[in-house]
């Protein structure tokens, strides 16, 4: 009888072709078949560029799907967009490349156009047991799917696309057990901001993270999706989650998904796309998702955040290696110690990213947004995962109330989550947002980013300052 295996591992051995070494465990080096990658116009040109140099064709052009996303403007004026040169043409290379090579593209007139990552699980490309690479840090977020998701360099983009393969190397595998039950305005982002404050930037590095226990069970799919998302921000190459009855609900509602049948089929093999009892992990954390409360960052990495309710630290009272990240941070980010959280004014408020975009996060921060109104002084955006995103909060309403609070209703993009199109912060500025990295000049160069879920991002906006979301959503209650 074979040893239990993780997840992580029946995927893995599921899509070796062959091995480099005989180890069987972390570290082994192999040949893995990829199922699937999405392109974006930032990451692919090199890629493609050494496959014209080499005179190569794509292997399966099928496998692949190119989106428009990190570049572009996403004003609703295409016309007052500002495009740069380099942009622009980073964006015709990317439908050059999908004409000459034979690879679907959804351009900036695509009804389908939007995140990379918002995407490819809104179409249902995105199936249990599949091994995804991507040119993106936060293609960990199909984890969500029970999915083997990873980032990608351009090397191994142009070697993904020619032979369909990677050269990979076997992570370490880490479960991190969250039972209980999230507090009321408690969110997913909280719970994964949470898990980043306590193991640390680096606490998942070199490890595929399975995410387990009762409180992941209970999230939506969209919700384990920003989970899964945000790990990167920890460390992990790999997120991974069991996939269960809500994913297969979920992708039969996608247009590309498998037909009834075939779903039918597959939910019983799913159904077993699980770590099995007694499989051993090279690390386990457990924790309570009732002791999470609203989070929000104070610093310039994820993992420098803290409860609402609480004070910027004092570098003297914290461990002595990690006070002078602390010290560059708060000068950063122009705080002083103990300065309460809920005393920092902010200038911006953004809501939008593969992080924290769908259609549920635009409906939690709806809900905070109805009948208020942005502070003065405040300018708030929101830039929808992708355009079918986008239309569904219009046919819902959605888009009316962001826009009656006083919200700029913008098309879909990374936007503001990264300084790499017309979107960016002003030095000095600080922005409330629901991104998933907050690094020295990531919304624009001296910019200041705090993150935190949608419905925060909408507290923020209203109150003019880092606010706890609980008191709004108890004045509606009133």
Not at 55 to 68: D, F, K, T
Request: charged residues 25%; contains cysteine; aromatic residues 6%.
């Amino acid at each position: 009888m074979s040893a239990p295996k993780t997840l992580y591992d029946k995927i893995v051995d599921e899509h070796r072709i062959l091995s480099f070494d005989e180890s069987g465990g972390a570290g082994e080096r192999l040949l893995l078949y990829i199922d699937r990658t999405v392109l974006n116009e930032y990451t692919s040109p090199q890629a493609f560029s050494g496959l014209r140099a080499a005179g190569r064709a794509v292997w399966r052009p099928a496998a692949s799907l190119g989106v428009v996303d990190h570049v572009n403007s996403t004003n609703p004026d295409r016309a007052a967009g500002e495009l740069d040169d380099g942009a622009r043409r980073q964006i015709e290379y990317l439908g050059e490349n999908g004409r000459d090579f034979g690879i679907e593209i959804f351009d900036l007139f695509d009804p389908r156009q939007g995140i990379e990552h918002v995407v490819m699980p809104e179409l249902g490309l995105v199936l249990p047991g599949m091994v995804i690479a991507a040119g993106d840090s936060h293609s960990t977020t199909y984890g969500a799917f029970g999915v083997v998701g990873f980032g990608i360099g351009t090397t191994d983009i142009e070697h993904l696309l020619a032979t369909q393969t990677l050269v990979y190397r076997r992570l370490k595998t880490m479960r991190i057990t969250i039972d209980g039950t999230l507090a009321p305005g408690v969110t997913a982002k909280d719970l994964i901001m949470d898990v980043i404050r306590k193991i640390g930037a680096d606490g998942a590095t070199g490890h595929a993270v399975e995410f387990a226990g009762q409180a992941i069970d209970a999230l939506g799919v969209e919700a384990r999706m920003t989970i899964c998302n945000m790990a990167v921000e920890c460390g992990a190459r790999v997120a991974l989650m069991a996939p269960d009855d809500k994913v297969v609900d979920y992708i039969s509602g996608c247009p590309r998904a498998p037909s009834t049948e075939m779903l039918a089929l597959a939910r019983t093999d799913w159904r077993a796309l699980r770590s099995d009892l007694g499989a051993r992990f090279d690390k386990e954390i457990k924790l309570e998702a009732g002791d999470v409360p609203p989070m929000v960052s104070w610093g310039t990495s994820p993992d420098q955040s803290l409860a609402i309710t609480g004070a910027v630290p004092d570098p003297a009272e914290l461990p002595a290696e990690r006070r002078a990240d602390a010290i560059r941070a708060m000068a950063y980010m122009d705080l002083a110690p103990r300065t309460l959280l809920q005393d920092i004014t902010i200038d911006r408020a953004f809501i939008g990213s593969c992080t924290n975009a769908r259609l549920t996060d635009l409906r939690d921060a709806a809900q905070i947004l109805k009948g208020r109104k942005v502070a003065p002084g405040v300018r708030a955006m929101i830039s929808p995962g992708s355009s079918g995103v986008r239309r569904a909060a219009e046919a819902e309403g959605i888009d009316r109330i962001f826009i009656d609070a006083g919200f700029e209703w913008r098309r879909s993009g990374c936007s503001l989550c990264l300084a790499m199109n017309d979107d960016s912060l002003a030095p000095g500025e600080r922005c409330a947002s629901s991104t998933n990295r907050n690094f020295e000049g990531r919304q624009g160069i001296g910019g200041r980013t705090h993150l935190m879920s949608p419905a925060m991002v909408a507290a923020a906006a209203v109150t003019g300052r880092l606010a706890d979301v609980r008191v709004l959503a108890a004045e509606d209650i009133s």
